[in-house]
């Protein structure tokens, strides 16, 4: 397609009359993608997007890499290894474990795979620990926390059970 000087000046015109690019594409008889890339190339003024978005959250100012970096630093090193963002903590199961359970503080790769691997607390507070109740034979996790874990999915509307 040939950019004349007329259709130049009819592209400018009707851009500046604030014509969708479409609208100017129809009226010129090319798509509207040729309208935009030779506005472009005209640089002719920038518009806002069509596309109404809503705004999910507000924007919050980025913090330099390197101010994130020496925060992280001086953080503990148990803190340091936690993600920024937490999701929301796990409900308490429904059948609580026995009071007499065992308090088990080691890291999970010391413990052995016949104690309950579920984690209590917080990594990074100080009374993080795991339940330590017997696991059962094949399950990280205590029955009390298996009954949590494992949860059957209900079965879609419309699907036989």
Known sequence: ????DDR????????????????????????????????HRLRLASRPS??????IRP???RVPRATRNLAMSALPQTAAMTPARQAAPVAAP???????????????LQLSNQRCMWPVGHPGDGDFHFCG????????????????????AKPKSGEAA
């Open 1 to 4: 397609m040939d950019w004349t």
């Open 8 to 39: 130049i000046s009819e592209l400018t015109k009707l851009w500046n009359e604030g014509l969708s690019t479409a609208e100017i594409g129809k009226l010129l008889g090319i798509s509207k993608n040729a309208v935009v890339g030779k506005a």
């Open 50 to 55: 069509p596309i109404r978005r809503m705004a």
């Open 59 to 61: 924007a919050t100012p």
């Open 94 to 108: 429904a059948a609580q474990p026995s009071p007499a359970r065992a308090r088990v503080e080691a890291p999970p």
């Open 133 to 152: 109740e017997r696991a059962l034979v094949g399950k990280p996790y205590c029955a009390a926390h298996c009954a949590v874990a494992y949860v059957k």
